[in-house]
């Protein structure tokens, strides 16, 4: 056998090489598997769906309603017709005084109301985060438990209270000389501000108090080993650290003073004609529901929600602002 016959002999016996004697593999194509990119907006599905139908929505139909416009005929025997005057509602709104009274209403309420109520949430939390509080969960309780009263029973405990015949509070003035005139036309939006104060100030408390338990511990005993006061721990290190806590807080009280219509509504029949039926947007958005009104009262809902959007939005830059700076 000559030599180039036996290597030819030798390659033939060898094993063949697993790379090569592999059959070719197809390409897989990258990408997600069928079927798994729809797994995510099936679950979705249920809150988007409740979203778009129980928000979305009736947005829309407000907004679409207030386009139109309610005409009726001189005797009124006929049923009133809609016609589509995409401006008339809103024109009508800005020029009447009673609908721009309660925009100014409820805006200088949450000037005074909101600041004054956050004041009193941080400073409850302040006392009941600092070490040498005692009873904390009492307090907290004791704190939170207005916010529990339902808003229409507090507004019911509030009138007995502020009620000229039953009003304790002026029986123990009376032998002193005066009485408070808690439904006086100047008075009574400070008096709704009591009740909205006495509902909602614990329940931004827990909110604060929460943010202030996420303060490292070793933050708060490096500033007391260098001899910081409690005063001054509160201010530079407790403060700035809820600021986040109190940013949302302020949010959410602007936005539920623009709703304002339980304390009043409530208040409205002891009220010897102090709260009038337009007393705050709301009420007088409901007040051209009640007149057959729906394409006005949801054009009110729908400069309120803007003017509404418009304060949050330019409320969260200026605080965004302040942070990054």
Request: glycine share 8%.
């Amino acid at each position: 056998m000559s030599h180039d016959t036996a290597t030819a002999h030798r390659a033939s016996q060898r094993p063949a090489d697993p790379q090569t004697a592999l059959p070719p593999l197809r390409a897989v194509r990258a990408g997600t598997p069928r079927g798994k990119g729809r797994t995510p907006l099936m679950f979705c599905a249920p809150f988007l769906v409740l979203f778009a139908g129980m928000y979305l929505a009736p947005i829309v139909y407000a907004a679409v309603s207030s386009l139109y416009s309610v005409h009726r005929s001189g005797l009124g025997l006929t049923a009133p017709t809609r016609v589509f005057d995409p401006g008339a509602n809103y024109l009508r709104a800005f020029e009447d005084s009673a609908f721009i009274g309660s925009l100014g209403r409820v805006a200088l309420f949450g000037l005074v109301q909101v600041p004054l109520m956050l004041g009193l949430a941080l400073g409850l939390a302040l006392l009941i985060d600092a070490k040498s509080a005692r009873g904390k969960g009492f307090f907290r309780l004791s704190g939170f438990v207005p916010y529990a009263v339902p808003g229409v029973s507090a507004a019911l405990i509030w009138s007995f209270m502020y009620s000229t015949q039953s009003s304790p509070v002026n029986r123990l003035l009376a032998p002193l000389g005066f009485t408070v005139p808690f439904f006086d036309a100047d008075l009574v939006l400070w008096s709704v501000a009591n009740i909205v104060t006495w509902s909602w100030a614990g329940y931004n408390m827990i909110i604060i108090y929460a943010a202030l338990q996420s303060i490292p511990a070793e933050t708060l005993e490096a500033a007391r080993m260098d001899g910081a006061s409690a005063f001054r721990i509160a201010w530079s290190i407790k403060i700035p650290a809820v600021r986040g806590a109190l940013v949302l807080t302020a949010v959410f009280s602007v936005i539920g003073s623009a709703q304002l219509f339980n304390e009043p509504a409530v208040l409205q029949p002891v009220s010897s004609g102090a709260i009038p039926s337009t007393f705050t947007p709301i009420m007088s958005a409901q007040s051209a529901v009640a007149a057959g009104n729906y394409p006005y009262a949801a054009a009110q809902s729908v400069v309120l929600a803007l003017l509404v959007a418009v304060v949050s939005f330019t409320f969260f830059k200026l605080t965004s602002r302040g942070e990054s700076a």
